[in-house]
Nanobody
Framework: QVQLVESGGGLVQAGGSLRLSCAAS????????MGWHRQQPGKQRELVAD???????NYADSAKGRFTISRDNAKNTVSLQMNSLKPEDTAVYYC????????????WGQGTQVTVSS
């Protein structure tokens, strides 16, 4: 079992920055990819960015150029640096971890609220 705990959310004005962090515990050796999703008000949950254990990164178009995902395998953490925040970035942000062995499974954190004021 893997537990994920997010931190770093809060209220920020447009143009500001936040850094989200996610700490994994439990059977962390089983984790392959980790990432961040978000759910904006009235919308479906969507991928923001993810990163494999080897460091391969994917960004959503909305995140590219403004957000940076990073991972520390030794500390079992993944972070999302968010710069130039816009009101449309307001969402609940969720940490995600993928396990592929012995069977495919996804773990999710409880989410952290990010609110960007105009």
């Amino acid at each position: 079992q893997v537990q994920l705990v997010e931190s770093g959310g809060g209220l920020v004005q447009a143009g500001g920055s936040l850094r989200l962090s996610c700490a994994a515990s439990g059977r962390t050796s089983s984790i392959n990819a980790m990432g961040w999703h978000r759910q904006q008000p009235g919308k479906q949950r969507e991928l923001v960015a993810d990163i494999s254990r080897s460091g391969r990164i994917n960004y959503a178009d909305s995140a590219k150029g403004r957000f940076t995902i990073s991972r520390d395998n030794a500390k079992n953490t993944v972070s999302l640096q968010m710069n130039s925040l816009k009101p449309e970035d307001t969402a609940v942000y969720y940490c995600n971890a993928e396990r592929t062995w012995p069977r495919a499974y996804e773990y999710w954190g409880q989410g952290t609220q990010v609110t960007v004021s105009s």
